[in-house]
């Protein structure tokens, strides 16, 4: 099943079945979170071998105490704390109505099929689970027989895949896409046959009542224990244009886990945006729905073809390329503007053919809401933007968006968490820095949180070793990534492979791949080759594999065993300055009078970097060698707050160190048993 779009809509029961489940409310059990957690107690009862943790225990004490007294809880717990059970007893024991946001398409699955429905059965309460997905994954039946109708798909293969699509319409009983694994996710039939907020007709469609997306609302409203993504979860609070709002005025407890994502998703659906294809899909869908009633088609005609040969004037005079802009880079400076103004304009244009037939046809009447919608954002985009927002722009092949970004997501999210009286819980492996959550609490705006941390109940004295490679130059030296792997390759022949290569660049990365290709030693796939599920699938099957990737695999990818026996990092993941929003938030502080450099590189940089070495120990039986190749980490004073933030592991300078590990351990790499372990 596919989880984690970013739009509203799928669900699925994890009751196993369309019918209610009785409510939570009221049946909590006489369980207390430290009788659940005990070694003698319901965990130890239900599964085998059972691990107790203190550390468990602990989480589940203060995630306990946080919900019974309506507080907010930043909990950083240690890889292998088991803190998704930590937070979800107490949450299911206390009988009240709850979402779980993720960062992950794994840990959304993982919480639906797996967690939540084993801990709903230890404890005996008959709690009714529902994964909310994206809107982009539920069929629109409206969409599809517009299309049946009207054959817009001309492509015999499109036409193929748009009857296969029309037979499983007939018997679906949820319209979750994900149920035709005939019909590739990537499929360009998709978009014709699901809805965006855009071109939706909401309470005006002939189909309301039968709509996969309104039952997914209905049964998130009845639901115990609702289960989204925080793409989801702040794309709905901050546009209001998905029925999503309605449902956490009615909720009790909010938990986020992996929440060191939330400031930087946050900064996403909390600005203001407006793309080239928003604009071009408008007029096609102004110009199909004119079409269908015979009413001034021609107009809107005449006003898609100028705005499409505007739009292709104006990508093609900011550069080739993909790449991030700010607004003081524009190549066409001086025409940009002006083209801005004859974009809003047109669209303005575009608005005023369909007011005029608005009142004849309900998607004539949508289409003109939407005009008006973007000519609304673009008049944003003017010569002076707010004082507290960044613009810049996002290139890609044939198209643009322009975005205004904040900078702070706090005042937003402050008034956000304000609604109501609910307990919120933030949880991850890696919210503090050097000790400290104060980059964290307050890049959310949090008032006066309790914070919490837990050690990993790891032995990463004997599980794991740090080598620091000598010698070595400055990362920004143009010799440096040679000299990275040439101090890898001793490492990498010591490891048999097994390895992750994790790189702060694609420059790097493809610069590395190139290197070790010469050496045709290891099997090494690259990012890109292939999706990151065949990549990893293909990582597990084939010995003496090396993994060479950037910041998608620094985090929410789990090897266990004896497959992932070591972990290569180039240099300390410091955001790039020249990235247009980094820059602005980075005057925006140096103006205040504040230390950017402490206060939001350092910070941002240790999390990234505890997150990438959180990939190589994820089990009691792992062992493994962390390989980081960056001479600041000893060399300069800050490199010492990296070191401190990191786990405990025993650190040395000398190769030998290395293969002298490898020889001793690798004898009790084995591969876990993933189920024994809550």
Known sequence: MKAGSTTTGAVRDGAGGASPAPALEGRAAVYTSAQVFAPDGLLAASIDGYDF???????????????????????????????????????????RKVIVSTGSRNLQDQLFFKDVPFIRTTLG??????????????????????????????????????????????????????????????????????????????????????????????????????????????????????GFGDLLPGTDIVIFDEAHQLPETALNFFGVAVSSRQIRLLARDSVDALEREGLAVADAQAVEQRLESLLTRMRGDLGPGEKRLAWSELPSADAFPSQLAALADLV?????????????????????????????????????????????????????????????????????????????????????????????????????????RWESPFDFQRQALLYLPAAMPLPQDAAFTRALVDAALPVLRASRGRAFMLFTSYRAMHEAHAILREQAEFNLLVQGQAGKMELLQRFRQRDGSVLLATASFWEGV???????????????PFASP????????????????????????????????????????????????????????LGKTYGRKFLGSLPPLPLSRDLADVQRFFHEHDATLTTPDDSRKP
């Open 53 to 95: 943790r203190p550390q468990q225990q602990a989480m589940a004490a203060a995630v306990d105490a946080a919900i019974s007294q309506g507080q907010t809880l930043v909990a950083e717990a240690g890889t292998g704390t088991g803190k998704t059970y930590a937070y979800l007893v107490p949450a299911i024991l206390s009988g």
């Open 125 to 242: 309460l008959p709690a009714r689970i529902v994964l909310l997905k994206g809107r982009a994954n539920y069929l629109c039946r409206y969409r599809l027989q517009h299309n049946l109708i009207h054959k817009r798909l001309r492509q015999p293969r499109d036409l193929h895949t748009l009857e296969v699509i029309r037979h499983w319409a007939g018997k679906t009983r949820y319209g979750d896409i994900a149920e035709l694994p005939d019909v590739a996710e990537d499929s360009p039939v998709w978009p014709h046959v699901t809805s965006t907020a855009d071109n939706c007709l909401g309470g005006d469609c002939p189909d309301y009542n039968e709509c996969y997306l309104m039952r997914a609302r209905r049964a998130a409203q009845a639901a115990d224990i609702v289960i989204v993504n925080h793409h989801l979860f702040l794309a709905d609070r901050a546009l209001k244009d998905e």
């Open 348 to 452: 303005r244009e575009l608005g005023a053919v369909l007011r005029v037939a608005v009142e004849q046809n309900k998607a004539v009447e949508r289409c003109l809401a939407r005009s008006e919608d973007l000519a609304r954002r673009l008049a944003e985009f003017g010569l002076d933007p707010p004082a507290e927002r960044i613009p810049w722009l996002d290139l890609h092949a044939g198209n643009f968006s322009l975005h205004s970004t904040p900078l702070s997501v706090a005042p937003d999210f402050q008034r956000m968490a304000g609604e109501g009286r609910k307990s919120w819980i933030f949880t991850s492996a890696t919210l503090s820095a050097a000790g400290s959550f104060a980059h964290f609490v307050d890049a959310l705006g949090l008032q006066e949180p309790l914070t919490q």
């Open 558 to 572: 789990d090897v266990r065993g004896q497959d992932l026996s070591c972990v290569i990092i180039d240099k300390l």
């Open 578 to 633: 020249s990235d247009p929003v980094t820059r602005g938030r980075l005057q925006e502080m140096t103006r205040r009078g504040e230390n950017p450099f402490w206060q939001l590189q350092v910070p941002q940089a240790i999390i990234m970097l505890k997150q990438g070495v959180g990939r190589l120990i994820r089990d009691r039986s792992d062992c493994g060698v962390l390989m980081i190749g960056d001479p600041r980490l």
